[in-house]
């Protein structure tokens, strides 16, 4: 145990002072009421709530962690923003046709339903050479 001494003027020499002793008393924090996390789990303890975020991999958040996130948040939005600024010097304003034509759709997608309708999807080459033969035969009707 060490031992406090202070100066007495009275008596002009070092007087050993006593400390005062602190109650024998101690905090213990209570539980918290049950709750119900976000995934519907019921939450009756501290031990719970903990067993529930390392088995769900979760991680808890107080205010502090909170603000630092929603400041991070704002800076990534504040550096979009100058990026797209930044990219619009170099966007141009789309030169619009004089008129608009009307474009002649053909049915090859329609036919090529009807074709592979209850078979099994070709492959990639299969699909290629499929069209291919589909637009011809197409042509050939006048269609």
């Given at each position: 145990m060490t031992r406090t001494y202070r100066w007495d003027d009275?008596?002009?020499?070092m007087i050993e002072?006593?400390?005062q002793?602190?109650?024998?008393?101690?905090?213990?924090?209570?539980?918290?009421?049950?709750?119900?996390?976000?995934?519907?789990?019921?939450?009756?303890?501290?031990?719970?709530?903990?067993?529930?975020l390392k088995a769900t991999d979760s991680v808890e958040f107080?205010?502090?962690?909170?603000?630092?996130?929603?400041?991070?948040w704002n800076k990534r939005q504040e550096?979009?923003?100058e990026r797209?600024?930044?990219a619009k010097q170099y966007v141009k304003e789309y030169d619009r046709p004089q008129e608009v034509r009307e474009c002649k759709r053909s049915n090859l997608n329609v036919e090529m339903a009807n074709k592979l309708h209850?078979?099994?999807t070709p492959n990639r080459v299969?699909?290629?050479?499929?069209t291919m033969e589909t637009a011809k035969e197409m042509q050939k009707r006048g269609r």
């Amino acid at each position: 145990m060490t031992r406090t001494y202070r100066w007495d003027d009275k008596q002009k020499m070092m007087i050993e002072v006593t400390p005062q002793r602190t109650a024998d008393v101690h905090y213990v924090q209570p539980d918290f009421e049950p709750f119900q996390s976000p995934d519907q789990a019921v939450i009756t303890s501290r031990t719970q709530w903990r067993e529930h975020l390392k088995a769900t991999d979760s991680v808890e958040f107080g205010h502090s962690d909170m603000k630092a996130q929603q400041e991070s948040w704002n800076k990534r939005q504040e550096q979009h923003r100058e990026r797209v600024d930044r990219a619009k010097q170099y966007v141009k304003e789309y030169d619009r046709p004089q008129e608009v034509r009307e474009c002649k759709r053909s049915n090859l997608n329609v036919e090529m339903a009807n074709k592979l309708h209850g078979r099994p999807t070709p492959n990639r080459v299969e699909m290629i050479k499929l069209t291919m033969e589909t637009a011809k035969e197409m042509q050939k009707r006048g269609r």
